[in-house]
Structures are given as C-alpha cells and as structure tokens.
C-alpha cells in the first residue's frame, strides 16, 4: 500500500510515518510544510529508507498537492497536518482557519479530481483517513464520557477549526461519495513531543530546574494515550474502519492534570534524584481563558469492532517516556541549575519554557 501522509513530521505524524515505514512495510509519501513544531530529527531512522519520500510542501497549495498526486498516486491518505496548540489559537486564530479548514478543503478537493481519475477498482480501495481530536466535543460534566455520538460542541479556535474539518471530511463523503474515516483522539504523549505541550513541559521544567506550572486548580481531567497505541489504532482504521464511520480513541487513562505532574516528578525522583523532591517545583498559573474541564472518551466501539487495544498503560507508558528525555539531556545534580535542554535532540526552540503547558 502507498500511503499519502500530510503533516508526517509532526509529533503524531512522525510516529505513523515511522510505523508505516519499518513495521507495515508500507510506502509513504510525506508531505509537511515544516511549520515550528516539525521534527526531521524524528524522522532519521526512515529517512533512507526506500518506501518512504519526503516533500515539502503546504496543503493549501493546490498546485502542488495535484503534483504529489500525480507522482505518488496514492492508496490512501491519512490526515494529520493541522496547527493544534490551543494557547496559540488563542493568541492568533487565522494560522488555525487557514491549515485546518482551509487545508482539509483543498487536500479534499485535490482527492476528489484524483479518484475521478481512478479506476473504479482502485476508488473502490482507496481510503481518506481525517485525524482529529476529542476537544471538538467541549467539555464534560462530572461522569460524563465521548461516543461517536457525542454532540460538537467546540470551545476555542482550534478546536472549532478541527470541528469544521470534521465536517467538510463528512461532507465530502455524503456529498462526492468520498471513502472517508474519521478518528478522534485523546491526548497523546511520548518520544519527540513538541514541549509547548503539558507533559514535555513538566519533564522539560524539572529536570531544568524551573518552576512547574500547572494552569489553574490542577483538577482539570484528560485521558491519556501513548502515541504509539494510537498509530496502531489509526493503522487498524485504515485497514478494517467502515467507510463514512468515526472513531474516538482513548487510552483508558483519564487523569487530573495534578496527578500527572506528580508521577512525572515521581518517574524523575526515582531515576533522577536531586536534593529535594521534584514534586516541589510545582507552581500553580493562571487558568487560561475557556479552560475545558473533561475530557473522557470511551473507546469501547474500536475496541469491538476493529480489535484495537492500547497496549501501554499510564504508568508504563510515563516511565518510558520519561527516561526517553532522560537518556537526551544530561540530568546530573551537578548540573541541575543549568540549562540543558538541547535544541538539536527533538528540534525545537530553548525558549521553549516561556509556553505556558496546554492540555
């Protein structure tokens, strides 16, 4: 199979890129626009690999997405190109409309025109894979829990660009006869996350020696996934999903964002013990503007219908992705008051602590 991946060398993406290339055997083709938060550094170990093509390139850009078609001619796409920092969107809504609902658009359009070309053989085959987050829900009341049948309800910038992506892809499929999935995430975690994000932000922070900041009461509830269990999860979509269904994918973790930061400083205490717990860094910050309060999903239909189960649990798959970062950084107490975060190992910036953490 010849898989079309947009935004292959994001924190998501590179992993699928990464799964597709040495465990499926499968060609990729990847196109990304190289915004901040993409990593080629995530993407070495493909990088020579003969099934696997690199292109640079923005999704909006309708000319060159009818190039990469015609060269790549692809049996499948799998979406994942989008801007996904919430504080940013609030910040600057228009780079979220523009990648999100403009570049769905025109990747749509551009698949559209390529599987009029098809043979029906190879239409019939042919399968658009939107990735997308449980955010476009809202949030919910204490005991509550997304379905596939959760109603939208989106509560800032970015997560109402991923809900009009969601429905331009329906759309598509109702109005064209587009093969769609649609698959809808929790919050991921693991190797070379960009570390404006929550949980990068507390090892980045304590293994710094900064100050651990935790946006409001620290009660706020998110279910963690590891991204590797949600690449096979997005790969069993690709293969078995029903054409024009969705898909919530959880990892059956949910978890107050206090009590994440806690086994984080934990996870370091044990492998990395400075002269005073790590759990002492940790500083309460001013709530951001429309804070959702929960996120649950219950992935109980993947499960069932496509066999999917997340392999890791929390507590395993923090460990790992702890000593990941650990095994980066030279976290010697002799060194804890210093700097060493080193730009180089997961590409990005050293102002990376001025990001306030984002779940």
Known sequence: MHVLVTGGAGFIGSAVVRHFVLERGWTVTNVDKLTYAANLTALHSVS????????????????ALAAVFARAQPDAIVHLAA?????????????????????THALLEETRHYLDRCSPQRRA???????????????????????????????SPYSASKAAS????????ETYGLPVIITNC????????????????????????????????????????????????????????????????????????MAVALKICDVLDRFCPAARSYRTLIRHVTDRPGHDRCYVIDPSKIENDLGWTALESFETGIEKTVLWYLERYDARPTARHRRIFQATSIGAPAAYSSHAPIV
């Not at 979220?96 to 570049?103: D, H, L, R, T």
């Not at 997308?132 to 596939?148: A, H, K, N, R, Y």
């Not at 020696?209 to 999860?233: K, Q, S």
């Open 125 to 155: 085959r042919f399968r658009f894979l939107h990735v997308s987050t449980d955010e476009v829900f809202g949030s919910l009341e204490p005991g509550g829990i997304f379905t596939e049948q959760s109603p939208y309800m989106p509560r």
């Open 166 to 173: 969601d429905h331009l892809v329906r759309a598509w499929h």
């Open 83 to 103: 801007e996904s920092h919430v504080d940013r969107s609030i910040a600057g809504s228009m780079p979220f409309i523009q990648s999100n609902i403009v570049g």
């Open 48 to 63: 020579n690999a003969p099934n696997y093509v690199f292109v640079n390139a923005d999704i909006c850009d309708r000319t």
């Open 186 to 257: 929790s919050n991921n975690y693991g190797p070379y996350q960009y570390p404006e994000k929550f949980i990068p932000t507390v090892i980045l922070s304590a293994v710094n020696g900064h100050a651990i900041p935790i946006y409001g009461d620290g009660r706020h509830i998110r279910d963690w996934l590891h991204v590797d269990d949600h690449v096979r999860a997005l790969a069993a979509a690709l293969r078995f999903g029903e054409v024009g269904d969705s898909y919530v994918i959880g990892g059956r973790a949910p978890m107050e964002n």
